[in-house]
């Protein structure tokens, strides 16, 4: 099946065109600059005929099948991939609170493909989904009822449509029934989260209410004390400057000034105490939640690594493991530092839980995802 992968921000929209038969991507391309005055399209209607313009020699003979959208929230409701309707859409539209900055992207992403191709079958694939099997006592904060019945202030966990492709994969790898399967996954990009799988599913995971939570992230501080805001909207900052900078000039970006994790390794090497100082605080970070997740799910089968910096960074997978000696894991120092784009495990024989690099791809898990909810339907 031919589907065109959508995944639409504020400001632009990012496509891809996969074939889910072969898993060939026959095209890929960014539109950006959407409403900024800078020559960009008008609104993403406009992106939309851009794409379409792009991919016009692609798809004159091959047509596409279907249209599946990376959306960010899907709230409570949605625990899978829906066709999308008009009253899916009003759904996704609702949770706009949840996700101010992309599900509104995402409903406008959606409307402009309605435009175009009105009888094309549009898919939703949901960030958060994977997470709809956390238990109450994960999901749920200690704060007054009201918090959640009134506004949905719960924990939801995302990048899961990432942490739900490399877990099958993982235990594919292990040659081990994914039913059975209980593994620390954790997606180390830009964006960071850790999930704790049992059973193959999600029962915990560390982003929250939003992704600002967990571990320290590229631009991101993690969980810190909510008291902090507190404190900081008493000096007189809005809720808008606290809110970019947690968000945007927190995390690696602080700590060292730059978010890029290859510029912060080579300076670590090259002796850079505060490069070395930010590695060593991203670590620890992540060492004591995997200690946390191998308690939680009743001791795992497997640490999977993904992501930019899990999939490429040597040098952080082996400090972060460094730090896990209490629970018998060891790195195999010459399968870590190989390069591959495949599956791989790069723990030494001895070691007491096999860890793994498994590449993430969530373009060709929606591909999949929505070629699945067409065909079923
Ligand atoms: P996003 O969350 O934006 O999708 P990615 O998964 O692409 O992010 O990860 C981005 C991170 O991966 C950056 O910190 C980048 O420095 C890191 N990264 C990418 N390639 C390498 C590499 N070869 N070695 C070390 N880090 C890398």
Partial sequence: MRVLVINSGSSSLKYQV???????????????????????????????????????????????????????????????PVLINNEITRSIERLNPLAPLHNPANVLGIRAITAKWPDMPQVAVFDTAFHRTLPEHAWRYAVPDELYRQYGIRRYGFHGT????????????????????????????????LTAIQGGASIDTSMGFTPLEGL???TRSGDIDPSILIFLQRQGLSADEIDTMLNRDSGLKALFGD????????????GDRRAQTALDITSYRLAKYI??????????????????????????????VARLGALGVKLDGAANLERSGAPRVISAPDSLIPVLVVPTDEERAIAEATAAVVLSS
């Fill in 18 to 80: 996969r074939d889910t038969g072969t898993n060939e991507v026959a095209a890929t391309g960014l539109i950006d600059r959407i409403g900024e005055d800078a020559g960009g399209p008008a609104d993403h209607a406009e992106a939309m005929e851009q794409v379409a313009a792009a991919l016009a020699g692609e798809l004159a003979d091959k047509p596409l099948d279907a249209v599946g959208h990376r959306v960010v929230h899907g709230g409570e409701r949605f625990s899978e």
């Fill in 259 to 270: 978010n890029d994790m290859r510029t912060i390794v080579d300076a670590a090497a090259a």
């Fill in 291 to 320: 200690g946390g997740y191998h308690v939680a799910v009743g001791g795992t089968h497997a640490l999977v690594f993904t992501a930019g910096i899990g999939e490429n960074s040597a040098e952080f997978r082996a400090q972060a």
């Fill in 216 to 218: 320290v992230m590229g």
């Fill in 162 to 193: 990432s942490h739900e492709f490399v877990t099958a994969r993982a235990a594919e790898l292990l040659g081990v029934p994914l039913a059975g399967f209980n593994a620390v996954v954790a997606h180390l990009g830009n964006g960071v989260s």
